[in-house]
């Protein structure tokens, strides 16, 4: 309660500088929220050409056989 004092012993002016900052904060926090969601959803089924680039250049980095892990005599 401590903190709802300090805020109703504050001028009109004062009160009204804090709501705006307040309302500022959470417009930016609900922007970077939805950021988070638009990058966390990620359908793994959903193949699109950015993927399909990134998969043709691991293949074409992969070696053509596998290597030996058994010691040679």
């Given amino acids: 309660m401590r903190g709802f004092n ?5 001028n ?7 709501r705006r900052y307040l309302w ?3 417009v930016v926090g609900a922007i970077l929220l939805a950021g988070l969601i ?9 193949k699109s ?3 399909d680039q990134h998969a043709t250049i691991h293949h074409k980095l992969l070696p053509l056989e596998p290597a ?3 010691p040679s005599p």
């Avoid at 009109?12 to 804090?18: C, L």
């Fill in 24 to 26: 500022a904060n959470a």
């Fill in 6 to 10: 300090e805020y109703q012993k504050l």
């Fill in 38 to 46: 638009a990058l966390a959803v990620n359908v793994p089924g959903d």
């Fill in 12 to 18: 009109s002016e004062d009160q009204k500088a804090f």
């Fill in 49 to 51: 050409e950015t993927t």
């Fill in 68 to 70: 030996s892990i058994s």
